[in-house]
């Protein structure tokens, strides 16, 4: 599922159950401390092989993915990716960093939002766009949707910057005809190709009990009304 929101150069692979323990990679092992319950170290596992399914797809050997000092992963070099899990979802997406400059993705269940954490992650304008949205396409929990695009922009944005962005440092807006969202930055944006990133747009969908959204910055980008814009292909 999570493939049709992303470009032909980034390949994506899925598991709906956890794989047996064969433990982490050495490389990986730190990342996973005592404190790590069995259900951190099952979805660490499935995502990792996830990842390496991926890099196969890919056409390039599978590697280890250590995470950095604040959880992010990092990559072979050549590659970039992004990986999310969520109960009974687990994904990794990887491309070669010739062909795009970041990718992100990520998973929620399609449940509702309880009303403090959808508070704590919009502002009033996006709530407004939330009710529009919920009366006009009723059966769509919007504000799960949105959650999930702002995780995915921020999986963009830090490896992209180096910098945390928080979710009231984005305005979102879901478009439900092409299944597309934007993002506008009110942080300073990304310089990729000499040219500051003010927007990230991306892909989302609803399926099979998941939402599902994605962004991939392909490194030829189109340049938008004179600014570069993150675009999902
Ligand atoms: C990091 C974060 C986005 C992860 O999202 P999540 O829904 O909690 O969890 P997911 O399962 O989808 O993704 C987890 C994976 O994200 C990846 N990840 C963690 N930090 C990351 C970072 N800084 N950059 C990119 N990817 C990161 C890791 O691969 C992690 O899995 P792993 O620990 O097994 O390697 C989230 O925890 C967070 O900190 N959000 C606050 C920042 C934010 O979203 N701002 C909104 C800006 S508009």
């Not at 070099?77 to 990887?94: I, K, Q």
């Not at 009110?186 to 989302?204: A, K, M, N, S, Y």
């Amino acid at each position: 599922m999570i493939q049709r929101l992303l470009p032909p150069t980034v390949a994506a692979a899925v598991a709906t159950a956890d794989a047996p323990d064969t433990g982490p990679l050495p490389e990986e092992a730190a990342a996973l401390t005592s404190a790590c319950g069995e259900r951190r170290r099952r979805e660490f596992r499935t995502t990792r092989l996830c990842a390496r399914a991926a890099m196969v797809k890919l056409g390039v050997p599978p590697a280890g993915v250590p995470s950095g000092p604040k959880g992010e992963p990092r990559w072979p070099a050549g590659l970039t990716g992004s990986m999310t899990h969520c109960d009974g979802y687990r994904a990794a997406a990887v491309s070669r960093t010739d062909d795009v400059h970041a990718v992100a993705i990520d998973a929620e269940r399609h449940a509702p939002l309880t009303a403090e954490l959808a508070r704590h992650v919009t502002v009033a304008a996006e709530r407004e766009h939330l009710a529009e949205l919920a009366g006009d396409h009723p059966g769509v929990h919007w504000e799960t949707v949105l959650f999930s695009a702002k995780e995915t922009v921020y999986k963009a944005f830090n490896p992209l910057t180096g910098r945390w962005l928080g979710f009231r440092d984005a305005r979102l807006s879901l478009d439900p005809a092409t299944h597309t969202f934007r993002a506008r930055l009110l942080q300073p944006g990304p310089v990729v190709e000499g040219v500051g990133i003010d927007e990230f747009t991306g892909r989302w969908a609803v399926e099979e009990g998941l939402v599902l959204t994605a962004i991939a910055l392909p490194v030829t980008a189109g340049v938008t009304a004179g600014r570069r814009v993150l675009q999902a292909v």
